[in-house]
């Protein structure tokens, strides 16, 4: 049975928190959504955006989770999913199935996906490469 006693009601708007760097990854920024605060850890959510050029990606790592699923909400990103290059563009859904080898290693300037993983806690650990992988697209100059 769910426990519904152990987690809060939760509503954050737009304003409400900022994109901050810090997070896993420094060409990244996140935007918390208190999920995690109200789930007591159980559960994270937040928004990822583009920070910097993919200049050499996530590197190849897995997560030590329970569950996570990356939404795309703008722009598009490139994964290696063990030895599989799959493309992930605005309104898809990734579920990753736990302990999955992958790699993020191209976007787009104005990429943000939603990402959803249980528990808030979790690690990520690198692991030795699975294969090669392509060169990322150059971003325009700004």
């Given at each position: 049975?769910?426990?519904?006693?152990?987690?809060?009601?939760?509503?954050?708007?737009?304003?409400?928190?900022?994109?901050?760097?810090?997070?896993?990854?420094?060409?990244?920024?996140?935007?918390?959504?208190?999920?995690?605060e109200a789930t007591h850890g159980k559960v994270i959510a937040h928004l990822v955006k583009a920070n910097m050029a993919p200049e050499k990606g996530t590197g190849w790592h897995r997560h030590?989770?329970?569950?996570?699923?990356?939404?795309?909400?703008?722009?598009?990103a490139r994964f290696m999913y063990e030895d599989k290059e799959t493309l992930v563009e605005a309104g898809d859904v990734?579920?990753?199935?736990?302990?999955?080898?992958?790699?993020?290693f191209d976007y787009s300037p104005d990429m943000e996906y939603l990402e959803i993983v249980s528990p808030a806690d979790f690690k990520t650990v690198d692991v030795e490469p699975v294969c090669a992988i392509p060169d990322p697209t150059p971003w325009p100059a700004q």
């Amino acid at each position: 049975m769910l426990d519904r006693t152990g987690t809060q009601f939760s509503h954050v708007k737009p304003g409400d928190t900022d994109y901050v760097s810090g997070g896993l990854r420094d060409f990244f920024l996140y935007r918390d959504l208190g999920v995690a605060e109200a789930t007591h850890g159980k559960v994270i959510a937040h928004l990822v955006k583009a920070n910097m050029a993919p200049e050499k990606g996530t590197g190849w790592h897995r997560h030590e989770a329970d569950f996570q699923i990356v939404i795309m909400v703008k722009g598009w990103a490139r994964f290696m999913y063990e030895d599989k290059e799959t493309l992930v563009e605005a309104g898809d859904v990734v579920h990753q199935r736990p302990g999955i080898r992958h790699y993020l290693f191209d976007y787009s300037p104005d990429m943000e996906y939603l990402e959803i993983v249980s528990p808030a806690d979790f690690k990520t650990v690198d692991v030795e490469p699975v294969c090669a992988i392509p060169d990322p697209t150059p971003w325009p100059a700004q």
